[in-house]
């Protein structure tokens, strides 16, 4: 049962991490502005992000996904860190979260 509590933890922590990276175009964090979409840790604490940018022409389609990698990665925890890019479904403003919304004035 501790384990499945340390990977409770851990990606709690991961989390705390996403919402500090913010879209440089968006005051948002990437975690409210409903860009990543799923958080998979293994039980040897490698760590899979499936994450969205808000276009496929986004400036930073390069720079975001390895500054999520390189962040999560200091994490003393995480082993190792992939993240994937998916389009599909591509990102809208519904995955938004009220308070992305509300910061953004769309409330």
């Known amino acids: 049962m501790e384990e499945f509590n340390d990977t409770i933890n851990l990606g ?5 991490v996403l ?16 860009l990543i979409y799923d958080v998979m840790i293994n039980e040897d604490n490698d760590v899979k992000i499936l994450m969205t940018l808000t276009s496929p022409n986004c400036p930073v389609a390069e720079s975001l996904p390895l500054e999520v990698e390189e962040k999560v990665k200091s994490i003393d925890e995480v082993k ?13 403003k519904d995955l938004m979260s009220e308070e992305a919304k509300l910061e953004l004035g769309m409330l």
């Open 19 to 34: 919402k500090s990276i913010y879209d440089p175009e968006i005051p948002v964090d990437i975690y409210e502005l409903g």
């Open 12 to 16: 709690e922590n991961v989390v705390k």
């Open 80 to 92: 190792t860190c992939e993240v994937e890019i998916t389009f599909d479904p591509p990102w809208s």
